[in-house]
């Protein structure tokens, strides 16, 4: 049912396309971020599962055809020819793709189709939307966990946005190393653990604080993590040790100076003999803040982090785009068939083929450069090639990856990153923070397709 979750243009380019003959064109685009955002150094790729998703399951109802008949910008088309080819529709096309949880940088392919021209134009809006919002949000919370080193942090953004994208933001934070989230449809739809207490509306429901917490530990003996901030957190604290006991699994900060309650609270509980129970810190944490409760030596075991982690609130939008670069008769096997396509639209550009992404690391396994080359073009060795064939005919190479298989690369990926692109700070980085090289073939060939342009414009 997400046929129409997309924007007008792309149905009224498929519809000229089907009129004007040109439903045999195989091409081939490219999906990739230009420019990374000022507060970042490196970007971490997620979507892809739910883009091939989408593209398993595209189809066009009878009820969403008579929907696009009465739309005045697209009625002239609506043809019954072109009705019967939207009724039959399917996604026929071949899919490489950068491996959820892979570190990338700016111009490098995270997806690349080649399809039949309407069957590649049509999924342009939505593959843009679910790569780039989930990629957005898996960015700024690698940065978060980078912050907590050895401390957990948990995803608790699901009010600050809106309710299918709180969905896909808890995946895509677990998915980078997150411990969990609060969000109960992604625990059961992706096998999330689910983490949450209760709020201070609880506390103040009850006459005392006193009978909350007695009323909460009674309800649940085996999991009690009590929030002791809603009157006075230190008397929270010790209430909350003096009433739980052995039971109490840990308590939670929601306000105040957490670095000094949390020492505080830390000798309270141990010396109320409550050594294993953990402090949860929460109420407006980011990365900065994190990385100040650490340096500062704050004891605290899990934070959750939930309005700037899910808004990805310092660069809440990524520029990623999705262009044509090649361009051919009606066999996808022929290669020698294809035009390479590129613009030259100032700080625009594009470049053309089909291409790979080749990565080379140091003698210590550190990421040290990036090379982008046309996709039948040898690097040299040591190179790591990104994309992976996802899609063949329309139907997956292999079954899809586990958050499992995806968090361990991204552990592999954010170990292997040079300090210089480990800092969190706001700071750009001095000089470009990671080289990106277009390969020799590839710059000649942009060099071949401009002559080309400016010939036919002439």
């Given at each position: 049912m997400d046929?129409?979750?997309t924007d007008l ?7 000229g396309?089907?009129h ?8 081939t685009?490219?999906?990739?971020v230009?420019?990374?955002p000022?507060h970042r ?12 998703r ?11 055809i ?23 529709f399917?996604?026929?096309g ?9 570190v ?11 399809a039949?021209?309407?069957?590649a134009?049509?999924?342009e ?25 050895d ?9 600050r ?5 709180a ?5 895509a934070?677990?998915?980078v ?15 999330i653990?689910?983490?949450g207490?209760?709020a201070h509306?609880?506390?103040m429901?009850h006459?005392?604080?006193e ?7 009674a ?5 009690a ?5 809603t009157?006075?957190t230190l008397?929270?604290a ?25 020492v505080?609270?830390r000798?309270?509980?141990?010396d109320?003999?409550?050594a ?9 944490l980011?990365?900065?803040r ?6 500062a030596g704050a ?6 982090v939930g309005?700037?982690l ?6 809440p ?6 262009k044509l ?12 068939e ?9 700080g ?6 089909a ?9 210590a396994?550190?990421l040290?450069?990036d ?6 073009e040898?690097v ?7 994309l ?18 995806i ?13 210089a ?9 001095p000089g470009?923070?990671?080289?990106v ?14 002559a ?7």
């Open positions: 046929a129409l979750h243009y792309q149905l009224t380019m498929a519809a396309y089907f004007r003959g040109m439903t045999s064109r195989v091409a685009c490219e999906l990739f230009r420019r990374l000022r150094r490196f970007l971490v790729a997620m979507g892809l599962d739910r883009v091939v989408y593209l398993e399951g595209l189809r066009f109802t009878d009820e969403q008579a929907y696009l008949s009465a739309i005045p910008a697209l009625a002239d088309a609506m043809t019954p020819a072109f009705c019967d080819y939207l009724r039959s399917r996604f026929h071949d899919v490489w793709a950068v491996p959820e949880g892979t990338f940088f700016p111009n490098e392919p995270l997806l690349r189709v080649t039949p021209l309407i069957e134009q049509l999924i809006t939505f593959a843009l939307s679910a790569i780039n919002h989930a990629t957005a949000i898996a960015s700024k919370a690698a940065r978060v966990v980078l912050a907590a080193g401390a957990g942090v948990m995803e608790f953004g699901t009010r946005t809106h309710p299918d994208a969905v896909d933001a808890a995946r934070a677990y998915a190393g997150c411990v969990g989230t609060s969000n109960v449809e992604a625990g059961m739809r992706f096998g653990p689910v983490h207490t209760a509306m609880w506390t429901a006459p005392t604080e009978a909350a917490f007695e009323g909460y530990v309800v649940f003996p085996n999991a993590i009590l929030l002791i901030d009157y006075d008397v929270g010790a209430r909350a040790a003096a009433i739980a006991r052995d039971k109490l699994k840990g308590v939670r900060l929601d306000s105040g100076d957490l670095g000094a309650l949390s505080a609270v000798r309270i509980l141990d109320a003999g409550c294993s129970a953990k402090i949860v810190a929460s109420g407006d980011n990365e900065h994190i990385a100040e409760l650490r340096r004891p605290i075991d899990l934070y959750g309005t700037d899910v808004t990805s609130i310092d660069a939008s990524l520029g990623g785009v999705y670069v090649e361009i051919g008769g009606a066999d996808p096997a022929a290669a020698g294809r035009t390479p396509i590129a613009k030259f639209s100032e625009k550009a594009t470049l053309p083929g291409h790979q992404v080749h990565r080379f690391r140091d003698k396994g550190k040290a450069r090379v982008i080359a046309l996709d039948s040898p040299g060795p040591g190179a790591e090639p990104l992976a064939p996802v899609m063949k005919r329309g139907a997956r190479v292999a079954p899809p990856q586990g958050l499992d298989a968090r361990a690369r991204v552990r592999e990926q954010l170990g292997g990153l040079p300090e692109l480990r800092r969190i700070d706001d700071d750009p980085a470009a923070p990671f080289a090289e277009v390969s020799a073939e590839l710059g000649a060939l942009v060099e071949t397709v401009r080309r342009v400016v010939a036919g414009a002439g």
